[in-house]
């Protein structure tokens, strides 16, 4: 068995194909331990350390931190017994550590550690990716720049296979291929056959009504991205081109130095995806509702002189997920998903609660929320929001919601119109809780006041249902106290 071991990218679950490294936790020529975190990925759900599968000495490391490596390409490479002596490096090639790249002699002794359902990239028969030499297992030195991408209306150049190394017969392992065969290309670049997409991408496309054979693909070998499809959904429509060329690019050109471009990736850009997709899905119809919750705040500070709630967060949003909670059970209708030729409703809910992290917004949520307790679902809630401020929350936290919840109310804002997660037929968002003069027992006075906003997919929740639903969040947020003896 090979003392040397490449660790390649796992598979992170949720249909997830690729990860940006953020940090590598450790460098080459240390000594790792079993189940030791060594690098974090981010990937477009969150940012996730990865342990080592071996304990050992660090050989290499393949990738720099802000490289996107796919699922099932060779990382790192372990030495996983460092005293059995040195182990052959080269002394040429552009390596991507501070230690050399190991040779083509090293690196055919590697015992490659596929991703569970990946096949082995880089084998006698196949191109290997980045631009690098295939040989026998993993690859050689770098002779390409990574993730170069041909330019707009080009016809990218037919990958060459590279030529076997003459060595003692190896194992062969075919090449995943990304689609079907592309029987032409016509005189603009476009493919008049099959199109080469990767089915996350096709999906995409269904969903946003884009036409693969109308694109010209900017990935490798002309495939067509994510980006090329969200380009061509949010293009207008094709327009005379300007006669004065001269004031078009002069006002292109100004301030272009005074600009900062910021790569849309990670969190951020499936936040986009999905935002955009459910907003041209799914018919939003939003209801506004302002509630007097002074009650709900005395009874919040209630809560909290009690001795076995004074370590427990307590904050006005615990009782608008109890109040959702409670208001499902009157209305399950209101806690489903369209599935095209059938609704789906959940005796489940898994409420979901926006957070804003520095990556962007991320949707975790609380599993089965409706069978805890008050006092578990303060606890659940706290331990949900620290998680995502330190940017630890796994993609399976932020899989499966139900129903969610925004808090835009600890920005200062009233309230607004929030857009569906992605599968999701409601959303409640919970603006300030501000001060305002009010009629209460046919006396203007100043009470406690905040205003609910109700989104909701029009093709399950009508406007009763919608309206009956907010209106019992609103009833128990107005006095939660009478609202649990009468709902439970």
């Known amino acids: 068995m090979s003392r040397i071991k490449e660790f390649n990218l796992p598979d992170l679950g949720e249909g997830l194909t690729e990860g940006e490294i953020l940090a590598w936790l450790v460098k080459v020529g240390d000594t790792i331990e079993l189940n030791q975190p060594i690098v974090e ?11 080592a599968k071996w304990a050992g000495q660090v050989q290499a490391i ?29 002394t040429t090639g552009a390596p991507a550590t501070d230690l050399p790249a190991p040779s083509a002699a090293s690196l055919a002794a590697v015992e490659v550690a596929p991703a569970e359902g990946a096949v082995e990239p880089g084998l006698i028969g196949g191109p290997a990716p980045g631009g690098r030499t295939a040989v026998l297992v993993g690859y050689g030195p770098r002779t390409t720049a990574a993730k170069r991408r041909p330019r707009k209306g080009t016809t990218p150049a037919a990958s060459v296979p590279a030529a076997p190394v003459q060595a003692a017969p190896a194992r062969v392992v075919p090449t995943p291929v990304q689609a079907g065969p592309v029987s032409g290309v016509n005189g603009k670049g476009r493919s008049t056959g ?62 272009a130095d005074r600009e900062q471009r910021i790569p849309v990736k990670g969190v951020r850009r499936l936040t986009a995806e999905n935002m955009s997709r459910s907003a ?53 209708m209101v806690n489903s998903s369209w599935a095209g030729d059938e609704i789906v409703v959940k005796e489940y809910v898994n409420l979901g609660i926006a957070a804003a992290t520095e990556r962007g917004l991320i949707v975790p949520n609380i599993k089965d929320a409706g069978r805890l307790t008050l006092r578990e679902l303060a606890d659940a809630m706290t331990g949900l929001v620290q998680t995502a401020k330190a940017g630890r929350t796994s993609p399976a936290d932020m899989s499966g919601g139900t129903l969610t919840i ?42 406690l006041v905040t205003t609910l906003g109700l989104s909701f997919d029009h093709r399950i929740i009508d406007g009763e249902l919608g309206s009956k639903f907010l209106r019992d969040v609103g009833d128990f947020l107005a006095d939660p106290e009478a609202a649990l003896l009468a709902w439970t």
């Open 406 to 447: 925004t808090n835009v109310g600890v920005f200062g804002v009233d309230t607004g119109t929030p857009i569906l997660p992605p599968g999701e037929s409601a959303i409640l968002a919970f603006g300030a809780v501000r001060e305002q003069p009010w009629v209460h027992k046919g006396k203007v006075k100043p009470r």
């Open 62 to 90: 393949f990738h720099p931190e802000g490289t996107t490596v796919e699922v099932g390409t060779p990382i790192i490479a372990i030495d996983t017994d460092p005293g059995a002596g040195p182990v052959e490096q080269s």
């Open 280 to 332: 041209f899905t799914a018919p939003h119809v939003t209801e506004f509702l302002t509630v007097d919750v002074t009650r709900a705040m005395k009874a919040l500070d209630r809560l909290r002189e009690r001795r076995e709630w004074r370590d427990v967060r307590v904050s006005p949003l615990l009782l608008v997920a109890k109040a959702v909670l409670l208001a499902v059970r009157r209305h399950p």
């Open 194 to 255: 099959m199109v080469l997409a990767k089915p996350p991408v096709r999906k995409l496309a269904k969903d946003l009504g884009v036409d693969l054979g109308t694109l010209t693909g900017s990935g490798p070998s002309g495939s067509i991205t994510r980006e090329d499809v969200q380009r061509a959904a949010a293009a207008p429509a094709a327009a005379e081109p300007l006669t004065v060329t001269t004031v078009a690019s002069s006002a292109a050109s100004f301030g």
């Open 41 to 51: 990925v981010e990937t477009a759900k969150a940012a996730v350390e990865i342990p």
